[in-house]
């Protein structure tokens, strides 16, 4: 089966275009997770960076600077700098949201402990600044240090947004550029500017990133609740559990009837849930069509993401950004 | 009672000489540490930042770039920098250590909670990178990020090496290192380095914050056992019921007895303290002199940091960079 075959998904195909960069970007990793003083370092770091994931963010860096014909190392760094950042932020994340699951695997707090996973993940941010210094420019330090307190604002509000069913979309937008569309957006662009691209390809990378991340992110928020269909996959309503004011929820409160406001108070509000509550959430948000409301946003946004690939030169690297937004998408039926 | 007074401590003659910067810094932290979109984080910040502290770190930035004669306006963001820095840390350790009292008040983890001590302490971070990138220089974002890295690595050192009676004064050393001496030494150096000033003036300064901050935190790890004298202060013991492998115990546990090594192992290896452990530990330092050697280091670090001071000018604020060396070890009678 060749690469441009439709059933090899977009991140795979980008994954073996861009194979020999994406080794040289494992082998920094590998290299500066190392700490020779404190062994419990790259043990951690290795459980996460090993159990795999999908590489999305680095690869997202290396096209951008490839289709901008950046051929310095510096992209290298910038590839690895974006997944210790992102690898980072899962361990705090981990820890704020009490998690035992990550990529299938137990995740570090429960393997180690908490402190593990703060530690290490100051430890992990702290590389990354020191991989982005090597790059010598000032304007991806700017850059990434902007994307750096989006994520850790969007954090903050997402813990105060939670349980509070008085949410709107505007806040949702917000939480969900901080937990994912700023570092998307910050890898595309920062690809862009070590590449020395013209001005108006920086931005439209930027705006690629952003629009493609937020896409991500309502979908995954999406299949939290089994994707807009009826089917129902494995491992849902985590974040109904977690009282998370998650797209789909904000858009049936917003149409709520009475009776279905008391049950929002009660079971994300209150956190007072009871068996079948689940079910009924369910229920109400197929009556509300809310699944699909936000299936619609999702695909609005991914269409953005996709107009402003415009600005970039055509070829192969841009196709796999456009089927990439269109497969982030797809993957909600 | 005028400044020169001996009865007024060097850090508050540096507050007093320095007070238009510092006035400038606060305002500066104010400003940063602000969020519109997440209002818990001003919260915990200001909880902290306004408990006071002694902001001895800004002050020695302050300090270094004005000895070297530096008339721009980026001191102000280093020192704030350094600050956020300092902040941040404490949020995690705190996190770390389960403390619940910091400066005489209930601890942020406390109050709120972890969770939000984690992501605030990384809105911290990000911030203080932000400050450090407007400075425009390459040179002091690469300190930082050094130092940054430092601290984590010696904050997961600490956490390993805790409980472990077989700790060596070498790993104490990078433990040091990594939770004060490197951000002292990079606070300094900052200074010299974006004054402009000569290699060998910024690598006096780096050589006083590291020696300085070593000195100051074995002296903090000696008053936790009451000084190196029998006057018993408050609060003493924390390190001995966590466990801490500090100075003073790796010096006892180096010459212990059969006997004592047993009770080591039982009360720090094992965790299992009982009643009258800590008085016995006393004891202990006390019949090895443990408490006396390890303030004959501090002393030595202490002179160490007065020793690279005669690469400087000699002006006012040296004098008072000498007087704080001095005082960091008169803490402890």
């Known amino acids: 089966m060749g690469l441009d075959s439709p059933s090899v998904r977009p991140h795979e195909r980008l994954a073996a275009y861009l194979e020999a960069e994406m080794t040289a970007v494992n082998r920094l990793i590998r290299e500066r997770m190392a700490s020779e003083n404190a062994p419990r370092i790259p043990e951690v770091t290795a459980h996460l960076v090993e159990a795999g994931g999908k590489r999305l963010r680095p690869m997202l860096t290396l096209?951008?600077?490839?289709?901008?014909?950046?051929?310095?190392?510096?992209?290298?760094?910038?590839?690895?700098?974006?997944?210790?950042?992102?690898?980072?932020?899962?361990?705090?994340?981990?820890?704020?949201d009490e998690s035992r699951q990550r990529r299938g695997r137990p995740t570090a707090n429960l393997l180690w402990d908490n402190k593990s996973s703060v530690l290490v993940g100051d430890y992990l941010f702290s590389r990354s600044f020191q991989l982005m210094v090597e790059t010598g420019s000032l304007r991806v330090l700017d850059i990434l240090a902007n994307a750096s307190a989006t994520i850790a604002e969007g954090e903050v509000l997402q813990l105060t947004a939670a349980q509070d069913i008085t949410t709107t979309e505007e806040t949702y937008l917000k939480v969900v550029r901080g937990k994912t569309a700023a570092l998307f957006a910050a890898a595309t662009e920062v690809g862009g500017v070590i590449a020395g691209a013209p001005e108006a390809q920086v931005t439209a990378l930027r705006e690629y990133g952003d629009a493609l991340g937020i896409s991500f992110q309502i979908v995954d928020d999406l299949l939290d609740y089994g994707g807009a269909t009826e089917t129902i996959g494995k491992n849902i309503g985590d974040d109904f559990r977690e009282r998370k004011l998650?797209?789909?929820?904000?858009?049936?409160?917003?149409?709520?009837?009475?009776?279905?406001?008391?049950?929002?108070?009660?079971?994300?509000?209150?956190?007072r849930q009871e068996a079948g509550d689940l079910e009924q959430a369910l229920d109400i948000l197929h009556r509300h069509r809310a699944l699909e409301a936000a299936r619609a946003d999702a695909l609005a946004w991914s269409a953005r993401a996709k107009a402003a690939m415009a600005e970039l030169p055509s070829n192969n690297l841009r196709e796999m950004l456009l089927d990439l937004a269109d497969y982030v998408v797809a993957r909600v039926s």
């Open 246 to 271: 998650t797209l789909p929820v904000i858009k049936a409160i917003a149409n709520a009837s009475e009776q279905e406001r008391t049950f929002w108070e009660r079971t994300i509000g209150k956190g």
């Open 63 to 96: 096209a951008a600077a490839r289709m901008c014909g950046y051929d310095g190392p510096h992209h290298i760094h910038l590839a690895a700098t974006v997944e210790f950042i992102h690898t980072a932020t899962l361990l705090h994340d981990d820890v704020v």
